[in-house]
């Protein structure tokens, strides 16, 4: 079995670095992310729909608050 030395392992880490970050980029022909801004309505009414589902959880008591900047949402139904 080899062994190699963590030093002598961060030297060819930074040795390779450029070459793998290029490959890296060119090879990647993922998903482009399509997106569009939404319109005032639609904001309006997904506002709405999140605070609601806020309120019927705290109805709920499915939020419970374990500290004074922090909670827990329990979102299972």
């Not at 450029?18 to 801004?37: D, E, L, V």
Request: proline residues 1%; hydrophobic residues 25%; positive net charge.
């Amino acid at each position: 079995m080899r062994t190699i030395s963590l030093h002598e392992l961060d030297k060819k880490i930074e040795k390779n670095r450029k070459i793998a970050n290029a490959t890296i980029r060119s090879s990647s022909h993922g998903r482009k992310k399509k997106s569009r801004t939404r319109t005032p309505g639609e904001v309006k009414a997904l506002n709405e729909i999140s605070i609601a589902r806020w309120q019927k959880a705290v109805e709920n008591k499915k939020i419970i608050r374990t500290g004074t900047r922090s909670m827990y949402y329990d979102y299972r139904e």
